[in-house]
């Protein structure tokens, strides 16, 4: 083969192996996906509060916010009670990213008008198109701030 | 061109082209570099408080910890004072992630031997190797939980 040759059927191999080697280090489409999912989710329960959308969690849900049990069960009896007595609360989705399996969401949660509500970040783990692990940090947002700008 | 040569040069032309849209789509060399950056920063400045880490803070540091002005050198300046008064003062990096120019950070951050201390997400934002934006939600760990596993 000829050096030309030589070089164009290594531009080849690259162009079939690069983008390979790169998915598999980093699989974005799996993490798009886990997104996706975690956001339509996040959306449909808490902001429709359509308590029917926790089908994607699995049973075996672990829960690491302290005031909630483990599992799917304990976590819809949870906010169906607190749907019911707060049929206002809201959670906008301000930022989200995917990474792995973990979907992190920056979030405003909110409890009807004039609430200031409180910054949240929700974690969770998706393991073949479920989710079956899940995080949060909860904070009051305050009245006032040091800065012009706000939580968000 | 022979087709042969056409079809090699095609080839070429991906093996150059195909990476590159693969990481315009998400430059996750950029996004370990970025980590990268974040986490040094973060373990020098808040385990080892070393203020002198905050050299790849920018200037114009835009802070939403409500608690925090605006700016690199009110930041330096209320973490001077804060570790003076908290030697004892570590964040413990439990999990982190970077997707485009944000580094989601989760963190166990404590005050000395036995302090339950506080579950912390900071998110940064980083444009050209400088940190330039910061959010966080900050909450206390509870003495009780209603499930078995930590916050973390």
Redesign the interface.
């Known amino acids: 083969m000829s050096k030309?040759?030589k070089?164009?059927?290594?531009?080849?191999?690259?162009?079939i192996h690069?983008?390979l080697a790169?998915a598999q280090?980093?699989d974005?489409a799996t993490e798009a996906g886990n997104e996706e999912l975690v956001r339509g989710f996040y959306d449909s329960f808490f902001n429709k509060h359509d308590t029917s959308a926790a089908s994607v969690v699995a049973d075996g849900y672990?829960?690491?916010?302290?005031?909630?049990?483990?599992g799917k069960d304990p976590f819809v009896d949870y906010f169906t009670g607190y749907f019911a007595e707060n049929p206002e609360a809201r959670n906008e989705i301000v930022?989200s990213?995917?990474?792995?399996d973990?979907v992190?969401l920056?979030v405003h949660s909110t409890n009807g008008a004039g609430d200031r509500g409180q910054?949240?970040?929700d974690?969770f783990r998706v393991e073949n198109g479920k989710i079956v692990e899940h995080?949060d940090?909860?904070?009051d947002?305050?009245e006032?701030?040091?800065?012009?700008?706000?939580?968000?």
């Not at 070089?7 to 162009?15: D, E, F, Q, S």
């Open positions: 030309t040759i070089a164009a059927v290594l531009g080849m191999a690259l162009a690069a983008p790169f280090e980093r974005t672990i829960q690491h916010n302290p005031y909630v049990p483990d930022r990213v995917a990474s792995g973990l992190w920056h910054a949240v970040v974690i995080w940090v909860i904070q947002v305050p006032e701030a040091a800065n012009g700008n706000t939580m968000f």
